[in-house]
């Protein structure tokens, strides 16, 4: 004989100590539905105080004998009921105690993905070791993102549909000089002939017991500095010049710029550059006076502060200053004219694309682009200037960018969200703007929980040829730096027009580890899920072909095989 067995169980929170148990027995034509239910067969579980539902129906369907029927009638079903609900209960808190995700019990994550047919390429120092480990994860997380595909599909169609690469319109040098009375004020039209950096000497007004850093913002602000400092405080006033009892310093600014970009390798360029004895770097790696400094930027979550002025900045110069003027002063003594060899640079991997200021401080346009950009400026005291980039493929830039800022709860999971929303909220923007527009909208940069926009550097590189000539620039690809670092190193040397290198002095330089890679609790976070890597593949193919177009070689498409 068939009998049906319908229980209803709901287990309350703590300190309520009840439970509802309704049950019917029959034959099957003749089935009931729990009262406490209201027709549904259900279970109910509330853990933490919130309720369950994806356990929501158990209905046990037996085929007994005999025996069975009268293990029923003997404990009038609450043997069984109890039964079901103890193992009910097992599976629930096993759940519990494994996931360790208290309100998330038997709940898998509604987000995954996986299953994608390309494997992603090797991130930053990772070897085919890294990837075994997550091989069984890979597995497990197949079920929702690669179904989303064709939803995030349109939305980076309708970006596409929308680019486009405008030429800018150039302010002018009056214009620029009313942004910035002080600066123009400070920096003069012409340098010092006899020196490859842009140098000037300029009149120290300050007794011998003044300390000329005792304002500076980047020793305020900063005590990583001040050991910096301390040391050019020392001996500050024997490197001054004395003339006709006045005494005048040696100002200078960079000959060069490493101008971008984050996450590309710009740290290791620095690192092996500096070894160059013709090559003095700014007293802080990365100033960021340009872009962020100067308009009082620290963290621009934290608000404006006092504006650093020009002076700071040309501070940080001042070791490289210092050996400039014993050159000059060593050949002025001999008689000669020669021309001191010592250039400066500076790696401020900002100076290419983070333009997020402009909006507290320029007059906004009609059309919400940048009246103003960080290169008009330099190009108005340093038309010569020689400019560096380091680029590389931008969705692996971006995983890089995240694993390095992020600070918590850092997964591929969480990556392929945080690019999702980056990208429906670029397309909001470019529904009404303009693609200059978005990229350089202080409000968007700060909401995309990934700095989707740092990759688009056909966008960037254009901007910045409007004022400078294309043979101003070197772009390097870290792809190209990492597997032949002597020939990258070779390349740059012959762009600065360095001296050549004493083959001890070449091998220190070329045969260093790299600098800046990846954290080892980072790589074992394993790489990006394919089709993450596939949406961001989509969405910067247009500006790597434009920027492949730009430079004329197709290894800046970065396209896959």
């Known amino acids: 004989m068939r009998h049906c067995l319908n229980c209803c169980i709901q287990l309350l929170p703590d300190n309520a100590h009840k439970q509802k148990v309704g049950c019917q027995e029959g034959l099957q034509h003749s089935h009931q539905a729990c009262p406490t239910c209201k027709g549904e067969n259900k279970i109910l579980f509330r853990v933490d105080s919130k309720q369950m539902n994806l356990l929501a129906v158990l209905e046990v369907r037996t085929e007994g004998n005999e025996n069975w029927g009268s293990f029923l009638r003997f404990k009038k079903g609450k043997k069984c009921s109890l039964i079901f609900g103890l193992i009910i209960m097992t599976l629930v808190m096993a759940s519990y105690i494994l996931s360790g995700a208290h309100q998330e019990l038997l709940i898998s994550s509604p987000f995954h993905y996986g299953g994608f047919p390309n494997n992603p390429s090797l991130m930053d120092g990772e070897n085919p070791s890294d990837m075994k480990e997550h091989h069984y994860q890979h597995s497990l997380n197949?079920?929702?993102?690669?179904?989303?595909?064709?939803?995030?599909?349109?939305?980076?169609?309708?970006?596409?549909?929308?680019?486009?690469?405008?030429?800018?319109?150039?302010?002018?040098?009056?214009?620029?000089?009313?942004?910035?009375?002080?600066?123009?004020?400070?920096?003069?039209?012409?340098?010092?002939?006899?020196?490859?950096?842009?140098?000037?000497?300029?009149?120290?007004?300050?007794?011998?017991?003044?300390?000329?850093?005792?304002?500076?913002?980047?020793?305020?602000?900063?005590?990583?500095?001040?050991?910096?400092?301390?040391?050019?405080?020392?001996?500050?006033?024997?490197?001054?010049?004395?003339?006709?009892?006045?005494?005048?310093?040696?100002?200078?600014?960079?000959?060069?710029?490493?101008?971008?970009?984050p996450k590309c390798g710009t740290t290791d360029l620095y690192d092996r550059l500096r070894l160059h004895p013709e090559v003095k770097f700014s007293a802080i790696k990365e100033p960021h006076w340009w872009t962020r400094k100067r308009f009082g930027i620290v963290r621009l979550r934290d608000g404006l502060r006092d504006r650093y002025p020009v002076e700071d900045y040309l501070d940080l110069f001042d070791l490289a200053a210092l050996q400039i003027h014993q050159g000059l002063q060593a050949s002025s003594a001999k008689g000669q004219a020669k021309m001191n060899q010592i250039i400066i640079g500076e790696a401020s991997a900002s100076t290419m694309w983070d333009n997020n200021a402009w909006s507290f401080f320029y007059d906004n346009s009609t059309d919400g682009e940048p009246p103003f950009l960080t290169q008009d400026f330099i190009h108005a005291f340093q038309p010569d200037a020689k400019l560096i980039v380091m680029l590389r493929d931008p969705v692996e830039r971006l995983y890089s960018d995240y694993l390095y800022f992020a600070s918590s709860n850092k997964s591929a999971d969480d990556f392929h969200e945080k690019v999702t929303e980056a990208l429906q909220l670029f397309e909001n923007c470019m529904l009404d703007y303009s693609l200059r527009a978005c990229i350089y909208n202080n409000t968007l940069n700060n909401a995309m929980p990934v700095r989707?926009?740092?990759?688009?550097?056909?966008?960037?590189?254009?901007?910045?040829?409007?004022?400078?000539?294309?043979?101003?620039?070197?772009?390097?690809?870290?792809?190209?730096?990492?597997?032949?670092?002597?020939?990258?190193?070779?390349?740059?040397?012959q762009f600065l027009n360095l001296g050549p290198l004493s083959e001890k002095q070449e091998a220190l330089m070329t045969k260093s580890p790299a600098s800046n890679v990846r954290r080892p609790e980072d790589r074992n976070l394993g790489p990006m899920w394919p089709v993450t890597q596939k949406i961001l593949q989509d969405f910067y193919g247009p500006f790597n072909a434009r920027l492949a177009q730009i430079l004329a070689d197709e290894a800046f498409a970065w396209k896959t095989p």
């Open 142 to 261: 197949n079920i929702s993102y690669v179904k989303d595909y064709p939803s995030i599909k349109l939305i980076i169609n309708n970006i596409r549909a929308r680019i486009e690469f405008t030429t800018r319109q150039l302010p002018d040098l009056q214009d620029l000089k009313r942004q910035e009375l002080h600066m123009f004020s400070v920096i003069p039209s012409k340098f010092l002939p006899n020196s490859k950096s842009p140098c000037w000497y300029e009149e120290f007004s300050g007794r011998n017991t003044t300390d000329p850093y005792l304002t500076n913002s980047y020793v305020l602000y900063s005590k990583r500095f001040r050991s910096t400092f301390h040391a050019l405080r020392k001996a500050f006033w024997g490197h001054l010049s004395h003339v006709h009892g006045k005494h005048f310093r040696l100002r200078c600014l960079p000959h060069f710029y490493i101008i971008g970009q």
């Open 452 to 493: 989707l926009q740092v990759g688009l550097y056909a966008v960037y590189l254009l901007d910045w040829l409007t004022v400078f000539n294309k043979e101003q620039f070197l772009i390097l690809r870290l792809e190209d730096h990492a597997s032949d670092v002597k020939y990258t190193m070779h390349r740059v040397f």
